[in-house]
């Protein structure tokens, strides 16, 4: 049944027949996504690469992520992970060391990924007026997952995060603390800024809302069924939708941002809260 509801997001280096190949429309917005955008360890273009000269430590690492996404860590073990790269058994060992070691190195090689998401909710926080500075936020919250799902390179991390997130394992709980946690506090710190009379708690919420309806929004099929075929899961021509939706969620919960007040001037800026560093921490999203 999981399996299935992920069945749509096949990569194209997969040579995998119960795997669909995209559409047209999602073939074409993958394609629109700049490599740029994806600054991940491995090279760019790695699915030619992958046939004209096989880099075998990069096919284990993109062996682990899909099985760990669609069958989740503890149903896949190190001779699945050896098949599926075609790789002999130890030589999976010899480059990640244990199965958990081999999942955080599936994180790690995101890390810069996520630096990025930091990078542009610091310049979102640098918006003087309160309103804008919120849409500036969820844009950056959600922009990025929702290209990243859109992307070849990145579709089975999305699922294997989402997946976690969802029903957390041990090896999982040290990934969310070391690489997500400190993206939530750093989301958090800055939508107080728009709403300086609530409290760390409420907001919290709201993040918690808002990171629920995002993951059901690049994981969810049903759509599909439900809307009659009109809407295709995972849409990314749905992205504005869903940032109404979660700001009218925040103005509901919280209130809308303060005005600029008329013939003032610019509001006087906020000030950022630092980021935390990508580090492990106690609390996790």
Known sequence: MFARSYSLYGLHYVSDSSMPRKNSAAQSAAEATPAAALPRRLPAGRAAQREAQPDRRTNILLAAEKLF??????????????????????????????????????FESWRTVIAGRIEALQAAVTEPDPAARLARILDAFVSPPVALNQ????????????????????????AHREFFDPLAHAFID?????????????????????????????????????????????DPAAKAQLLRFIAGGFHAVLGKPAARPAGKGAMPRAKPSRPRPLQPTSRRS
């Not at 699922?159 to 394992?169: F, G, I, N, S």
């Not at 409290?199 to 995002?214: D, I, K, N, T």
Request: hydrophobic letters at 45%; aromatic letters at 10%; one cysteine or more.
């Open 151 to 174: 992307h070849p390179e990145g579709q089975y991390y999305g699922l294997m995060a989402a997946r976690d997130l969802a029903a957390p394992t041990p090896e999982a709980d040290r």
């Open 190 to 234: 800055a939508l107080m800024t728009t709403v300086p009379n609530a409290s760390r708690g409420e907001v919290a919420w709201c993040y918690q809302f808002m990171l629920g309806a995002l993951l059901h929004f690049l994981t969810d099929r049903r759509v599909e069924r439900l809307s009659n075929g009109e809407n295709r899961g995972a």
């Open 69 to 106: 996404a669609l069958h989740g860590f503890h149903a896949v073990s190190i001779r699945d992970i050896a098949a599926e790269a075609g790789v002999p058994l130890a030589l999976v060992g010899y480059y990640y060391g244990a199965k958990h070691e081999l999942y955080h190195a599936i």
